[in-house]
């Protein structure tokens, strides 16, 4: 059954870059098939999707963060990472990495890890 | 952009009780379109796909329908691990709705 795993520092300065990355255990990234996405959650709000990337490095963001969200995948490493630039104190969230497909949303999510900008 | 839209914001309703959220979308999604549970603390849970299709392990009381761009979750009979937020999600373009709180009455 795969797992995902979020890592990354709980604090973080303005204007500064948040780096973050999301472990996949008891699954391959590289089997195909599967969307590798970043979510948020501001506090006590609603989900936002940030983006998602392929095990083959395509990307795809959403329009209102792409200009600071820069995603990679690491398949030897079997994780995914995301950087999100020029950080503000709206960027405060819990950041979820979760797994998706064409056909059935979002079915695997990490736990979150929170983030605080200040 | 594709808005959803989802109603009501916040329902309170008692343990037994035939619920309904609802969930409208700017533009037509076809049947992309999953509903999400979550609990305090933690992580959302995918509970339909495709507008009403069960995910694995996802109690039948729980139910989806529409296309389009109305789309429906009804839980038959509100039990007490019921009471949580619930999202739905576009998975054309992956916008979520802003959230149904389900409340005890």
């Known amino acids: 059954q795969v797992q995902l795993q979020e890592s990354g520092p709980g604090l973080v300065e303005p204007s500064q870059i948040l780096s973050l990355v999301c472990n996949v255990a008891?699954?391959?990234?590289?089997?195909?098939?599967?969307?590798w996405n970043w979510i948020r959650q501001h506090p006590g709000k609603g989900l936002e999707w940030i983006g998602y990337?392929?095990?083959?490095?395509?990307?795809y963001y959403n329009p209102s963060l792409k200009s600071r969200v820069i995603m990679s995948v690491d398949t030897s490493k079997n994780q995914f990472s995301l950087k999100l630039t020029s950080l503000t104190a709206a960027d405060t969230a819990v950041y979820y990495c979760?797994?998706?497909?064409?056909?059935?949303?979002?079915?695997?999510w990490g736990q979150g890890t929170p983030v605080t900008v200040s | 952009d594709i808005q959803m839209t989802q109603s009501p914001s916040i329902l309170s309703a008692s343990v037994g009780d035939r619920i309904t959220i609802t969930c409208r979308a700017s533009?037509?999604?076809?049947?992309?379109l999953a509903w999400y549970q979550q609990k305090p603390g933690k992580a959302p849970k995918l509970l339909i796909y495709r507008a009403s299709s069960f995910e694995s392990g996802v109690p039948s009381r729980f139910s989806g329908n529409g296309s389009g761009t109305e789309f429906t979750l009804t839980i038959s009979s509100l039990q007490p691990d019921d009471f949580a937020t619930y999202y739905c999600?576009?998975?054309?373009?992956?916008?979520f709705g802003q959230g149904t709180k389900v409340e005890i009455k």
């Open positions: 999600q576009q998975y054309k373009s992956w916008t």
């Open positions: 990337i392929y095990h083959s490095g395509r990307t």
């Open positions: 533009h037509t999604v076809s049947s992309w």
């Open positions: 008891g699954g391959s990234i590289s089997s195909g098939g599967y969307n």
């Open positions: 979760a797994r998706s497909s064409s056909t059935k949303g979002m079915d695997v």
